[in-house]
T-cell receptor, first 114, second 112 residues
Framework: DADVTQTPRNRITKTGKRIMLECSQTKGHDRMYWYRQDPGLGLRLIYYSFDVKDINKGEISDGYSVSRQAQAKFSLSLESAIPNQTALYFC?????????????FGPGTRLTVL | QKEVEQNSGPLSVPEGAIASLNCTYSDRGSQSFFWYRQYSGKSPELIMFIYSNGDKEDGRFTAQLNKASQYVSLLIRDSQPSDSATYLCAVIGPTNAGKSTFGDGTTLTVKP
């Protein structure tokens, strides 16, 4: 089984709808992240959490919210989806305790907002 | 100026050649440097990380770091068509609270 899973893998929704993207991990890492990727662009950080009680905004948090339900679960919500939120969304984990802070990514969720 | 900049590419090399991918960063205090590979439609995966000035080799891949010039590169020797992907440079520095900042990536195509 994959260490970092994301659901759903694909989602088509309409403008104004509320949607939630879910991320689960079995790596036991404290740190979790949500990124979005647009064509030709790198990864832009939306929110990150260094432990269950720690939630921080990234560079593009407007229009998004998150919930860290447990060490293993980190959800991203779009309160009222808009077309320019159409993108590929990645969840990632890392464990600075291993000394590298390498990011481990989920398979991604492709979101289309019509 | 972007915090992490990469050659926009695309970069095309023939099979068997050396591919050279470059990355510069703006935070002089940056300490950790990563190269990720991302196949089209897939998630990024780590190729190498480097902390110290100089070269670090892993198989056909060599990462080179020059902190004085704020420059990190990735060399791929004996390039194979399976190396065709987008390569993302990521940097962790003191001003971004331990988070990775990614460049926009360089797309590499290895032609048979």
């Amino acid at each position: 089984d994959a260490d970092v899973t994301q659901t759903p893998r694909n989602r088509i929704t309409k403008t104004g709808k509320r949607i939630m993207l879910e991320c689960s991990q079995t790596k036991g890492h404290d740190r979790m992240y949500w990124y979005r990727q647009d064509p030709g662009l790198g990864l832009r950080l939306i929110y990150y959490s260094f432990d269950v009680k720690d939630i921080n905004k990234g560079e593009i948090s407007d229009g998004y919210s998150v919930s860290r339900q447990a060490q293993a679960k980190f959800s991203l919500s779009l309160e009222s989806a808009i077309p320019n939120q159409t993108a590929l969304y990645f969840c990632a984990t890392s464990d600075v305790g291993q000394g590298t802070d390498t990011q481990y990514f989920g398979p991604g969720t492709r979101l289309t907002v019509l | 100026q972007k915090e992490v900049e990469q050659n926009s590419g695309p970069l095309s090399v023939p099979e068997g050649a050396i591919a050279s991918l470059n990355c510069t960063y703006s935070d002089r205090g940056s300490q950790s440097f990563f190269w990720y590979r991302q196949y089209s439609g897939k998630s990024p995966e780590l190729i190498m990380f480097i902390y110290s000035n100089g070269d670090k080799e892993d198989g056909r891949f060599t990462a080179q770091l020059n902190k004085a010039s704020q420059y990190v590169s990735l060399l791929i020797r004996d390039s194979q068509p399976s190396d065709s992907a987008t390569y993302l440079c990521a940097v962790i520095g003191p001003t971004n609270a331990g988070k990775s900042t990614f460049g926009d990536g360089t797309t590499l195509t290895v032609k048979p």
